[in-house]
DNA sequence: TAAACACTGAAGCATTTACTTAACTATTGC
DNA sequence: GCAATAGTTAAGTAAATGCTTCAGTGTTTA
């Protein structure tokens, strides 16, 4: 379910716009309804609701309704799933220098 | 220069394309040519190579050309870049809530 | 030297994105 | 109950994205 590419798509292109990154970024020190996440930014609330709603939609996010204020919190769940996307690729990169490495010093000792 | 948003931006944007994201995963197993990236992907060659433009931008992917053939490697460190990023604002996230669990602990104890 | 190869770049086009404004629906406090 | 608060929804729009095709440019190879 976090590996499928559909929901990775969601994930880094809920994390490609800086203002719903600044969102996260926030919400990564506490919880925080709408307008608070609002505040620092420098659009309408109205577009604020659209982007919390794609990092929802991305997983990122996870919201709560308590009378008339939406509640936001960080869902480390997915975070830990683009994390660990990006991770996978880099070690495999990395690992095939370090047996490059080893080849390469193995053959220098053969000649 | 890592960490400047807007070179965070087209690393994340870079990542939010199912075809980039596949070109990335092809590079993590090695060097490839611009063909060989374009091998298993159903479109044009010239796609490709707009794919391939946005991923060099964002820093994700060097290339460099030799003859009439471009080869393609992945930049690990940019890759770091975008893992650091969610890293920390993930690890801030669970932070407080290890904080607040010490917390709850602590004035339960009290009563 | 001619043909095949490996790209490259520009133009065009349909779709998606990131907003805006305006009208609306619930809650809450006085 | 009435006003203020907190958020939602719809419609519209300008710009960006992800392609396409077509017409190139160098570089090898036969």
Redesign the interface.
Known sequence: MLHD?AQ??LM??A????AR?QM??R????PASVSQLAEPLAMSLSAVVQHLNLLEASGLVRTQKLGRVRTCQ?E?TA??A??H??????L???R?LDRLGEFLAETKDET
Chains 1, 2 share one sequence.
């Open positions: 590419p990775l798509d880094f292109q994390l490609a716009d800086p990154r996260v970024d919400l990564s020190r506490g960080i480390p975070l830990r683009a994390e996307w990006i991770n996978e690729r880099r495999a990169w990395e095939r």
